[in-house]
């Protein structure tokens, strides 16, 4: 059962331009959710997190998106930069001992 | 000035072998994790370890046993290595289970 899901496995986008990646998740109970990034050969890196209560959290060129209704939501990066090209997961989390649920990755590419 | 390490970065070994995984955070957080990122890239969490104890067992086999001799560090031993034991295995640490993970750089294990 995938708790969380990227149906996108990849995504291509011109530099400049904004890239929108989505994320969909079933279990209800998730009170916080975060973005990663991962570059080959290396962990992800923790990128902005958004709580269950709000809607929006904004960060730099990065803003996440929360629509718990539709269970759903979504990173924008504005504007995108080649430096963004990298595997983006997506995770939900609730308060039992720290545990995160995965996305499956969605692979950003970002052309000059 | 690496937070989150891990040793070896590589380890390559053969089915039955028992092997270990090391990992220091200097973060000072409290909170460690490790995580399996299997061929279909999916990032699972197996445990989590907060001020030396284990808070998180995931449905993992018994021959996999971390320990925590302190706060800083969480070590993964292997034992009776099978072939679906290949895979990257990712280290984590938070100042709390309520806060952003920071992850490890991986190790990628083969079993031959």
């Known amino acids: 059962d995938q708790q969380v899901k990227q149906n996108s496995p990849s995504l291509s986008v011109q530099e400049g331009r904004i890239s929108i990646l989505n994320c969909d998740y079933t279990n209800s109970m998730f009170d916080y959710f975060l973005w990663y990034k991962k570059y080959p050969a290396e962990g992800p890196t923790f990128l902005i997190s958004i709580s269950s209560i709000k809607d929006k959290n904004e960060d730099g060129r990065f803003t996440v998106f929360l629509n718990k209704s539709a269970k759903h939501l979504s990173l924008h990066i504005v504007p995108s930069q080649p430096g963004d090209s990298a595997v983006y997961f997506c995770a939900g989390a609730y308060n039992q001992g720290g545990k995160l649920i995965f996305g499956q990755g969605t692979e950003l590419s970002v052309k000059p | 000035d690496t937070a989150v390490s891990q040793t070896p970065k590589y380890l390559v070994t053969q089915m039955g072998n028992d092997k270990s995984i090391k990992c220091e955070q200097n973060l000072g957080h409290d909170t460690m994790y490790w995580y399996k990122q299997d061929s279909k890239k999916f990032l699972k969490i197996m445990f989590s370890?907060?001020?030396?104890?284990?808070?998180i067992n995931e449905t993992v086999p018994n021959r996999f046993s971390p320990k925590s001799p302190d706060k800083a560090h969480l070590n993964l031993h292997i034992n009776s290595l099978e072939l679906g034991d290949s895979a990257v295995y990712f280290c984590a640490s938070s100042q709390d289970v309520r806060h952003e993970q920071y992850f490890g750089p991986g190790t990628r294990l083969t079993v031959t």
């Open positions: 370890y907060n001020n030396k104890e284990l808070i």
